[in-house]
């Protein structure tokens, strides 16, 4: 199953089905692309884990070593976009890269999960562009700047359930539709499960709360009014635009 967070005509936020092309809520059905409307981020997370180099060819394009441990780095709700929305990165800067990524949304609180209870507190998955600030990111170590600056994450369309979802889905990206990132689950340093089980060792993980695993090699520059689209081979394909000052 597919579920959709979105604004209905009546201004109330729903979570619906998603089934062919239509979103579907106690008795109401409207069609994904209707402009009565608003497709939302399909959680509302208290926190983004990041994960840094999580793809071999990815840390060696960026010129660094693979991790021995999974690099970790947090993104706030302020991040958070959704489907369509236009992202702005902060004025002035010379490079902004899109990095398509496979977010695990959690389903409950949890900490000190073992790996081989870790798929048990997993929702499902969705869509995550790690938006990155390069000039800031280049120029510090914690990555506020460079990564945790407002719609610096847009997440979406949909949460699909795990079954949904291949284990060794695809993760592209494509801008103004030529394809970009074509990279696979296949190739995770760390897998989701190990993801998790590291994570809760330090962290409580809430309902909504949503890992971004890592993005494939092929990560590079946009330019204003550049159209990104996202896939996650099961969950389906973010779209979001960008707007550069």
Request: aromatic content about 6%.
């Amino acid at each position: 199953m597919k579920y959709v967070r979105f604004r209905d005509p009546a201004g109330a936020v729903r979570r619906g089905e998603l089934d062919d092309g239509r979103i579907h809520f106690a008795n109401d059905s409207y069609d994904f692309e209707s402009e009565a409307i608003d497709v939302l981020a399909p959680c509302a997370p208290s926190k983004i884990v990041c994960i840094g180099r999580n793809y071999a060819d990815h840390a060696v394009e960026m010129g660094s070593d693979l991790p021995d441990r999974p690099l970790l780095f947090l993104k706030g709700p302020n991040a958070v976009a959704g489907h369509g929305d236009v992202v702005e990165p902060p004025a002035g800067k010379e490079r902004i890269d899109y990095e398509a990524e496979l977010g695990v949304v959690i389903g409950e609180q949890c900490r000190h999960v073992p790996e081989s209870e870790a798929m048990d507190v997993v929702e499902g998955f969705t869509c995550v562009d790690d938006v990155s600030n390069r000039d800031d990111q280049n120029d510090e170590q914690n990555w506020i700047r460079g990564k945790a600056f407002d719609g610096a994450a847009p997440i979406g369309p949909v949460v699909a359930t795990p079954e949904e979802v291949p284990e060794d889905a695809a993760v592209r990206s494509r801008v103004n539709g030529e394809l970009r990132q074509d990279g696979s689950l296949e190739q995770l340093i760390f897998s989701v499960p190990e993801l998790i089980a590291e994570i809760t060792t330090y962290l409580t993980l809430e309902p909504g709360d949503v890992i971004a695993t890592g993005t494939p090699e092929g990560v590079g520059a946009l330019s204003d009014g550049d159209e990104v689209a996202i896939e996650v081979e099961g969950v389906g394909t973010l779209e979001h635009s960008v707007r550069l000052r």
